[in-house]
């Protein structure tokens, strides 16, 4: 039985950070992404960590945002700093074994329930 489920979310003010979990069971994946979906707009990569540790980042993010792992939790999570009201979104993490360009959702297996961030 997969399960991906995510926690973390909540409201910041403008510069604040959050920390989002993605805890990952009953799949062995080789890539965790986390996307996000505002109103009105389609769902957009955020970032992605390989299990060789290889991270990939939306530019947007680059240098506010960090996906790390904690291996025995099998855990990925996504450290948001300086965060900004464009960053406010449902924020989705996903899991896939073959994937072939990290921002492409149709490329992840399993998806998550969806956290909150919303940022004012």
């Known amino acids: 039985h997969v399960q991906l489920v995510e926690s973390g979310g909540g409201s910041v003010q403008a510069g604040g950070s959050l920390k989002l979990s993605c805890a990952v069971s009953?799949?062995?994946?080789?890539?965790v992404g986390w996307f996000r979906q505002s109103t009105g707009s389609g769902r957009q990569a955020v970032a992605a960590?390989?299990?060789?540790?290889?991270?990939s980042y939306l530019n947007s993010v680059k240098g506010r945002f960090t996906i790390s792992r904690e291996n025995a939790k099998n855990t990925v999570y996504l450290q948001m700093n300086s965060l900004q009201s464009e960053d406010t979104a449902m924020y989705y993490c996903?899991?896939?074994?073959?994937?072939?360009?990290?921002?492409?959702?149709?490329?992840?297996?399993?998806w998550g329930q969806g956290t909150q961030v919303t940022v004012s």
């Open positions: 996903a899991a896939g074994s073959r994937i072939r360009a990290w921002s492409r959702a149709a490329d992840y297996d399993y």
């Open positions: 009953g799949f062995t994946y080789s890539c």
């Open positions: 960590l390989d299990t060789d540790g290889s991270t």
